[in-house]
């Protein structure tokens, strides 16, 4: 009798138990619910850290280990092959990643190559997606609005410029541009209004692209194919012919390499076209009156802004949007560092986990701190790490004014064709901009199609 009872007891206490597993289960979150091993591709390296983003990587994978019990596998990848290799593993059906880094100006490419899988239902599900600043979504999503990734942090671009030439600010608009540039080349023959990467691909993402959109163009349709050769882009080419020709654009903007920006450094251009993240290398800084702003590049995240942040605060520099059409409105090309789950993964709820993870406040803070880049998560961004003059000057200009990647099927080799036939055009006026532009946009077509 008594050994009935026991058995009995014992049996409710097992079925208890395992109630009790199932409910608490349910109750946690994905990420404490895991185990197990995640395979993820980074352009970081945890194994051998080398600069803050390694160094973070390596903090994070411990971390994750020690409060979830999954032990994260980071595969290496360099900067410059990460999206094409993760496009060769899911093509190749071979072993891709649970979860891999992306770079969102590479979403036309995965997009028409299937890489990744659409996370648009669960991205809108999940308790941080109100959180998400607009244009770093809009970075991830698709024109069809399909969201590939999800964003941890982004780089904008804008003009940085000095106010002891532009005491109004930049002019808005390239009309009111070019006629203070006449002023201030009048005033002093030696100086110029402007400098910047204007060659080579990466003029495309921080100045081409920007005017362009704001005549109106696009300089690549849906399907991936370039559309560049349209009036938006010939008044674009002919507002830059105008810059050097009457020598108003510094001719180191045109030149290989990085002497664009030493013009501005030494306080000879007024303004300079760059990005969030040029403040980097833009030290020390002389302003025109000849103050001198110091900043010593120690390879951590500067909340400052190292002598950009400086010179913010003396009130000798500005940031603002980059002048735009006549009656059009500034863009500022928004890249964003994102995480996504290609095609194939084998651990798509750890993967997500380990999103979710990512799109807390604090590990978005501590992820964009150490690439030095404004986070995605407003909440993130609002921290006091971002509250600094020169960060909210960002978040304003993003806020306000970004717009996504140029959707090519071939991201850097649209970009580069282009860039390469804008520069042709400037530094030879006499070829025809319709005919000089629809030969390099044929070129790319042919090559993609």
Same mark, same amino acid.
């Given at each position: 009798?008594?050994?009935? @009872?026991?058995? @009995?007891?014992?049996?409710?206490?097992?079925?208890?138990?395992?109630?009790?597993a199932l409910l608490l289960g349910a109750l946690r979150s994905p990420a404490t619910a895991q185990s197990g091993t995640l395979q993820i591709w980074t352009k970081f390296n945890d194994q051998n850290p080398q600069n803050t983003q390694d160094k973070w990587l390596a903090d994070m994978i411990a971390r994750y280990r020690?409060?979830?019990?999954?032990?994260?596998?980071?595969?290496?990848?360099?900067? /410059?092959?990460?999206?094409?290799?993760?496009? =060769?593993? =899911?093509?190749?059906? !071979?072993?891709?990643?649970?979860? *891999?880094?992306?770079?969102?100006?590479q979403l036309g490419f995965f997009d028409q190559n299937g890489v990744l899988t659409d996370l648009t239902d669960w991205v809108k599900s999940r308790p941080w997606f109100s959180d998400v600043d607009a244009g770093a979504l809009a970075a991830c999503t698709t024109p069809d609005g399909k969201i590939l990734?999800?964003?941890?942090? *982004?780089?904008?671009?804008?003009?940085?410029?000095? %106010?002891?030439?532009?005491? /109004?600010? =930049?002019?808005?608009?390239? /009309?009111?541009?070019l006629a203070k540039a006449a002023e201030l080349k009048a005033a002093n023959p030696n100086a110029f209004a402007f400098t910047g990467k204007l060659a080579e691909k990466v003029s495309v993402e921080r100045f081409y692209y920007n005017l362009i959109v704001s005549y109106g163009g696009q300089i690549a349709d849906k399907e991936g194919r370039a559309v560049w050769a349209n009036e938006a882009t010939m008044k674009t080419v002919e507002f830059v012919r105008e810059l050097f020709a009457k020598g108003y654009a510094a001719q180191e903007s045109l030149a290989p390499g990085f002497d664009n920006e030493q013009p501005f450094m030494r306080g000879d251009a007024g303004a300079f076209v760059a990005g969030s993240y040029s403040y980097v290398y833009l030290t020390p800084l002389t302003a025109p009156d000849g103050t001198k702003f110091e900043g010593e590049i120690t390879g951590t995240f500067d909340p400052e802004?190292?002598? =950009?942040?400086?010179?913010? %605060?003396? !009130? %000798?520099?500005?940031?603002?949007?980059?002048?735009?059409?006549?009656?059009?409105?500034?863009?500022?090309?928004?890249?964003?560092?994102g995480w996504a789950i290609p095609v194939g993964a084998k651990n798509v709820e750890a993967a997500k986990a380990f999103i979710d993870f990512q799109m807390t406040t604090k590990e978005n803070i501590a992820y964009s701190a150490a690439y030095g880049a404004l986070p995605a998560l407003n909440s993130a961004a609002a921290s006091e790490e971002f509250q600094t003059p020169y960060w909210v000057e960002v978040a304003k200009i993003q806020k306000e004014y970004a717009v996504p990647s140029p959707t090519f099927s071939d991201y850097d080799k649209g970009i580069t064709l282009l860039a390469d036939a804008i520069v042709k055009l400037i530094t030879d006026p006499s070829l025809d901009i319709m005919a000089t532009l629809q030969a390099a946009q044929d070129e790319y077509n042919a090559s993609v199609e």
């Open positions: 009798m008594f050994a009935m @009872k026991g058995r @009995k007891t014992a049996v409710f206490l097992l079925c208890f138990a395992l109630v009790s020690t409060e979830f019990g999954v032990q994260i596998v980071n595969t290496f990848q360099p900067f /410059d092959q990460i999206n094409a290799k993760l496009n =060769v593993a =899911v093509q190749a059906r !071979g072993e891709v990643p649970d979860v *891999s880094y992306v770079d969102s100006q990734c999800v964003p941890s942090h *982004s780089a904008v671009h804008f003009l940085y410029y000095w %106010k002891d030439v532009y005491p /109004d600010g =930049v002019p808005a608009t390239t /009309d009111e541009f802004a190292l002598s =950009v942040g400086a010179a913010l %605060k003396a !009130g %000798k520099l500005g940031i603002a949007p980059q002048f735009a059409a006549p009656g059009g409105k500034p863009a500022s090309l928004i890249l964003a560092s």
